[in-house]
């Protein structure tokens, strides 16, 4: 009888920690990705589920026309298929910068670049670089 009952005890410890390690924070975490996937718009920069790096141009329903590569390749792909946002567009960033912060302008360093330096010559004789040696001393 007490073997039976501490089962059932068992069984009804295990299914609310079930639950709370694993149904819900995966809940969360899909709810999360759903609102990333409708917040997107033309000019994010995004990364697919496959790797594929590529700024939105277009979205239409549940596809997206991305251009991807120094050709700009132009690509439709499913919106599911996005699987992160790495960059926003341009005005959501000037957006999120407050006008007080201003980057303060770097201080200049000068680099003396009027002096020709010419690279010495393979195998040169021994006279040479004794010339050499001796202008660079001057």
């Known amino acids: 009888m007490k073997t ?3 089962n059932i005890v068992l069984i009804l410890v295990f299914i609310p920690l079930i639950y709370f390690m694993l149904i819900r924070p995966q809940r969360k975490r899909d709810k999360e990705v759903t ?3 409708a917040a997107l718009k033309p000019g994010d920069n995004i990364v697919t589920i496959g790797g ?3 700024k939105i141009v277009r979205i239409k329903d549940d596809r997206i026309l991305i251009e991807t ?3 700009k390749t132009k690509m ?3 919106k599911s298929a996005v699987g992160s946002v790495v960059g926003k567009q341009e005005s959501d960033k000037k957006e999120d910068k407050q006008p007080e912060e201003k980057a303060e ?3 200049e360093t000068h680099v003396n670049r009027s002096k020709k330096v010419t690279p010495k010559k393979l195998g040169a004789k021994k006279s040479d ?3 050499d040696t001796e202008k660079d001393a001057e």
């Open 4 to 6: 039976g009952l501490y």
């Open 35 to 37: 609102s990333m996937r």
């Open 52 to 54: 594929i790096v590529g």
């Open 69 to 71: 590569g120094s050709g």
């Open 76 to 78: 439709e792909i499913v």
């Open 105 to 107: 302008p770097a201080e």
């Open 129 to 131: 670089s004794k010339d």
